[in-house]
């Protein structure tokens, strides 16, 4: 039988230097093509797991597992080739001043030695699907928070991850722009089957998409399913969406991907 596991934890532990463990015996199986919330106070522990799925810090204990494979000890080639799988979305957009948008948009193409033809093709596509194809050769730091954000949204789906991890995305958005982002994983996560893992303060957020959350507390991980969970945009959503129908840009966007790939 296929496995169908994207990531898994077996008593993992994660500390820094010599202090004690911000994380203890964390254990669980997430699904491929799953969307979860990771939750709780600040220090918690949440930007910690997510560096452990991303392979940014080693467990001091325990095993992880991405796509079946044993992560612990991978070379740091292994690694890298494993990383083209996964995408981060931070808070802080990340983004390099010195380039455009299109250019900050393209890295991870340039980095994986794609055709400047097609990188064109698709990065003015994903531009177009999040609203921005009008900004492409403006620089970032002249563009609000929330366009600023969805740059780096861009920028993470452009390569299609099978697993998208986004720490507090929302944070410094406000209520619109945080409805519009959410919609743009929504629709990543049901047009790709991506498996999303958000980090978030926002009990709002958490309340109008029903996904289960990933509760980090006093060093452990529990999940809370909701009666109600579902991985459809929810009638809130529809009111305060003012862009294009994003279904449409998607599903666009996926067929531009396998024409690509096959060219």
């Known amino acids: 039988m296929e496995d169908n596991t994207a990531v898994s934890f077996a008593n993992v532990g994660a500390r820094y230097d010599n ?19 990771l939750s709780g106070a600040s220090g918690a522990g949440k930007t910690t797991l997510l560096r452990l799925i991303y392979q940014l810090h080693k467990p001091s204990r325990g095993q992880i597992k991405l796509f079946g494979r044993v992560t612990n000890e991978m070379t740091r080639d292994e690694i890298a080739l494993l990383r083209h799988k996964m995408a981060i979305v931070f808070q802080e957009y990340s983004l390099l001043s010195h380039m455009s948008v299109f250019d900050n948009v393209a890295l991870p193409l340039r980095v994986r030695g794609i055709s400047e033809s097609k990188i064109k093709k698709l990065v003015l596509k994903v531009l177009e699907w999040v609203g921005l194809a009008k900004y492409a050769d403006v620089n970032p730091k002249t563009l609000s928070g ?24 929302t944070g410094n958005l406000d209520d619109e722009n945080a409805s519009r982002l959410m919609e743009l994983f929504v629709q990543m996560n049901k047009t790709f089957g991506t498996t999303i893992i958000l980090a978030t303060h926002s009990t709002k957020l ?17 999940f809370i399913t909701s009666k109600n969970s579902k991985t459809v945009e929810t009638p809130a959503t529809k009111k305060i969406w003012k862009g294009p129908k994003p279904q449409n840009y998607f599903t666009e966007l996926s067929k531009q991907f396998d024409d690509i790939g096959n060219a």
């Open 19 to 37: 202090a004690r463990e911000v994380l203890s015996d964390v254990s669980f199986n997430i699904s491929a093509g799953s969307f979860y919330f």
């Open 206 to 222: 958490m309340e109008t998409y029903k996904f289960p959350v990933i509760h980090v507390e006093n060093h452990h991980v529990n």
């Open 146 to 169: 929330g366009q600023q954000q969805r740059v780096s949204v861009a920028r993470a789906i452009i390569i299609q991850p099978a697993i998208l991890l986004a720490d507090e995305p």
